[in-house]
């Protein structure tokens, strides 16, 4: 996708805070955190959000479950715990068009999440 | 986990409204639900939180994900959009320690998700 905001980042275009790469994933920080931690994990591969997913999605999504494991380790907040959350559509309040899961912490999360 | 609650709806030893299950997950609606549709997947296995997900872990982090997906079509949720989450510890309010993707919609969400 040439014109997305987060294959651009993915591709080194638009400057990033990047804390996590490899060849299915990138993870970076959030622009406008919410969180003392909020970190963006992303497909490489452009997907619109999950509900464009098929079966061969499924090492990918893997992946980027694990690796929202794996920053929050980095960044130090899993000991106290943290929220994962990802967004889709307009009900999820999905505002990039690019699937991404946010890792937050380093403050206590409530219930309901929104 | 003999006693976990999670493992013993899995085994079928306690009611639950079971709407997907295969060899990895389960996924069953949220006796507290906090939005019209909240149905719960998890993984067959019993992992206590993400803090405890390995590289073996990757394949059923994936169906988890993309049962979440499933689950939101099954629910007619996913043309207008839903919300996924994952507590983690007591920063994120996790309360059953069996890990958890909490599937929501059927209303819209805030953010910060909590």
Request: a negative charge; aromatic letters at 6%.
């Amino acid at each position: 996708m040439d014109d997305c905001i987060f294959c651009r980042i993915v591709r080194g275009e638009i400057p990033a805070d990047v804390v996590y790469r490899d060849e299915l994933v990138t993870a970076f920080r959030d622009i406008e955190p919410m969180a003392p931690v909020h970190v963006l994990v992303i497909p490489v591969r452009h997907l619109q959000s999950t509900r464009d997913v098929e079966l061969r999605d499924e090492p990918m999504l893997g992946r980027l479950l694990r690796v929202a494991s794996v920053v929050a380790q980095q960044e130090g907040i899993a000991d106290l715990g943290y929220r994962l959350t990802i967004n889709t559509g307009r009900d999820g309040n999905q505002l990039v068009p690019h699937l991404h899961l946010h890792v937050m912490g380093g403050r206590m999360f409530g219930w309901p999440p929104g």
